[in-house]
């Protein structure tokens, strides 16, 4: 970095104040550490973070402390005086500081590039009481109990960096290739994969609930009240009836037309209460009504944006959506969420062969990205998790992936001797994990990309081929996770989806706008859905997709 790179980025700068006060800038300690050490040797630096280890040297008179602020792995050692703030303060692990000082070489010797000292403590976060995380390493099933605090963890911050390379990775990716961006509905009346497995988004049960405390603090009006209101109803009707046929004063009408019309207001609000029905409202044939429900229809949490997106991508051309979706799956798998994000493009006037070219370039480009981007954290995830993970990156970078029709990985399955798989291998079966992966890992020893499935395995709106039996869909498989993304040629020809529809049990008049689609100016379309938790499990190297996604969502635990 140049010395003038530098001066800008600790320049003080005024952030829009009326009064011009000058608010300083924090310089985060990757960037100290990139940087040549001569070019930041003797300048003064404000920064922020948390004390990884500390200890007090030269019987009390300063402090050594490991100061990281999530910006990168290593930590930037800051030296602070006794003089300058109390140590026993700063010292324990998970304080916060913010500090002031000069960057120094630091002595020959030490591992240390350059160093922090300090002349101002400007805040401390202190830690009260026992710090919850051990300085002994915690297995990751055990940092889940932590939630709220394993970020603080080099495993954590080292994947919550890659996570969001990966993320930016995928942005570029598609702004490159004159892709947009579309945000997508979370809760949805559709369910794309015709599976069932959703969760339900409903007020109901609020509802519900809410009239039950209701009634218990005011009982329901009985039989004899709602008739008591009407006898008042007919009382006053019968004094304004008498007024006016002897012609009393305007004022006295006036007034007894007023005591009837809230008698009225009361009556009818009684009988109205009395209607009321504890718990869910029931239709005549034992199902939920969904009449006072908030959107008058049963609507879920959206297990993908594709459905969706494809109403933009007939009408825009290229577009990709990125974001949350959910399964109610209760499995407890290593490889299961009920909450995980997709990234899922649609591109119009294309076939089976784009999307695979297109998948296939996306998923080389991350692995590129990594490479070129986040080569520390990759580093530390070799070292601690996996040795193969920077060189499993380079493979899928550098090498065409391999493709096989469903049929032909099949056969190639069934031939294995070496090997007995603990699912038996079949035409029409839904590859398994263990036969993907040894597609890819000992038979190609590289990605493949399995195409033209049977179409009994697959969702309703992938294109049927022409021998009525299969789909025109594709995954990829890679190494370590076996599929890592699935796609298809959408279904293009109306009468033919109506009855991919009709053939899944699914009700057609849900699907009427996707028919639509199909109605006014269909076009061959195609896309595919990566699974982003699954990526970040490829690359990295980790067991287990609760550990690569920051807040996880799994059976019995949804916590924070």
Not at 81 to 91: D, G, H, K, M, Q
Not at 198 to 213: D, H
Not at 553 to 559: L, Q, V
Request: charged content about 30%; hydrophobic content about 40%; aromatic content about 8%.
């Amino acid at each position: 970095m140049e010395v003038a790179e530098v001066a800008a980025e600790m320049a003080a700068t005024t952030l829009g104040n009326p009064e011009g006060r000058v608010l300083r800038r924090i310089t985060k300690i990757k960037k100290i550490l990139e940087a040549d050490v001569g070019s930041w040797a003797g300048r003064r630096v404000l920064v922020g973070g948390w004390v990884k280890t500390g200890r007090e040297q030269g019987k009390g008179s300063f402090a050594f402390l490991e100061v990281n602020d999530g910006s990168c792995l290593a930590n930037l050692q800051v030296i602070c005086e006794a003089s300058t703030y109390p140590l026993a303060e700063l010292v324990p692990t998970g304080t916060s500081v913010l500090v002031e000082g000069e960057l120094k070489p630091p002595p020959e010797g030490v591992k240390q590039r350059i160093e922090l000292k300090v002349d101002k403590v400007l805040e401390v976060g202190p830690v009260g009481e026992k710090y919850p995380l051990p300085k002994t390493r915690l297995t990751l099933e055990n940092l889940r109990d932590f939630m709220h605090l394993r970020a603080r963890t080099n495993t954590i911050s080292a994947v919550a960096r890659i996570r969001d390379e990966l993320a930016h990775a995928t942005h570029a990716f598609f702004r490159q290739n004159g892709f947009r961006y579309i945000h997508t509905p979370i809760i949805t009346t559709s369910d794309c994969e015709g599976a069932g497995e959703m969760f339900q988004a409903t007020v109901l049960f609020s509802q519900a609930e809410k009239l039950a405390k209701e009634i218990k603090e005011n009982p329901l009006p009985t039989e004899s009240d709602v008739e008591a209101a009407k006898l008042v109803v007919k009382e006053k009707g019968e004094i304004v009836a008498q007024l006016k046929s002897t012609k009393a004063s305007k004022p006295e009408i006036t007034a007894a037309v007023s005591e009837l019309n809230k008698a009225k207001e009361t009556a009818s609000r009684l009988e109205e209460r009395s209607k009321l029905t504890p718990g869910i409202p029931v239709k005549p044939d034992g199902g939920f009504s969904f009449d006072s429900d908030f959107f008058k229809k049963p609507a879920f949490l959206t297990v993908s944006g594709q459905l969706q997106v494809e109403t933009y991508a007939c009408a825009v051309g290229s577009v990709y959506t990125f974001g949350p979706t959910f399964r109610a799956e209760n499995s407890h798998t290593s490889r299961h969420l009920a909450e995980f994000w997709m990234v899922e493009p649609e591109m119009a006037f294309a076939t089976l062969e784009d999307d695979m070219d297109y998948a296939e370039e996306y998923v080389k480009f991350m692995c590129q990205w990594l490479l070129d981007n986040s080569r520390e954290d990759m580093e530390f995830m070799v070292k601690n998790y996996d040795k193969t993970a920077i060189e499993r990156l380079k493979l899928v970078a550098s090498s065409p992936f391999a493709r096989v029709s469903y049929t032909e990985a099949v056969e190639i399955l069934m031939g294995v001797t070496d090997k007995k798989f603990e699912n038996k291998v079949e035409w029409g079966i839904d590859l398994a994990s263990e036969h993907e992966r040894y597609l890819t890992e000992v038979i190609f020893k590289k990605p493949v990309i399995v195409y033209n499935y049977p179409k009994g395995i697959k969702a309703f709106y992938m294109r049927l081929n022409d021998d009525q039996k299969t789909v025109a869909a594709m995954d990829v498989l890679v190494p370590k996770v076996g599929e890592l993304v699935g796609g298809s040629q959408r279904e293009e020809r109306l009468d033919i989806l109506k009855q991919r529809i009709l053939d899944a049990d699914l009700p057609l008049e849900i699907y009427e706008w996707y028919l639509d689609l199909r109605r006014y100016g269909t076009v061959k379309h195609s896309g595919f859905g990566l699974g982003f938790e699954r990526m970040i499990l490829f690359a990295t190297g980790l067991d287990n997709i609760r550990d690569v996604i920051p807040f996880p969502r799994y059976p019995g635990r949804a916590d924070l």
